[in-house]
């Protein structure tokens, strides 16, 4: 299955094929009337990610690996334990972090081994 559509502001997503339901569409200027087939929204819990080797629905684990990564697993009944990797939209951040100090930032010299204790 694929997903066509994410809503992140709701939660949701539109699945190619799944939950359809039948919309009534009043005719208008510029477009014909009638009743449709469409897919509806619905929350994203309810999705789950493809083990990559077995190719069926499985949970996700967290694992670390030697050098200190952290990798998305497979995990449950028939689950392979295989790393499933995080596709490029997860990896995208949707504001970037700052590179510049701003005015409420803790400059990095007044910190550094000081102790401000009497």
């Known amino acids: 299955m694929i997903i066509k559509r994410v809503i992140r ?3 949701r997503v ?3 094929g799944k939950n359809l339901v039948k919309k009534h569409i009043k005719q208008g200027p510029g477009h014909e009337g009638g009743i449709f087939t469409v897919e509806a ?3 994203a819990s309810i999705v789950q990610v493809l083990d990559p080797v077995t190719g069926k ?3 996700i684990g967290v694992k670390y690996l ?10 449950g009944i028939g689950a392979s334990g295989s ?7 997860l990896k995208m ?4 972090r700052p590179t510049v100090a701003g005015p409420k930032d ?12 009497s």
């Open 9 to 11: 502001s709701q939660n």
């Open 14 to 16: 539109i699945v190619e």
């Open 41 to 43: 929204p619905f929350h």
């Open 57 to 59: 629905p499985c949970k």
């Open 66 to 75: 030697e050098d200190g990564t952290k990798v998305r697993v497979s995990r």
């Open 83 to 89: 790393i499933i990797p995080r596709p490029e939209i």
């Open 93 to 96: 951040r949707a504001t970037p």
């Open 106 to 117: 803790t400059p990095n010299e007044s910190c550094a081994g000081e102790d401000t204790r």
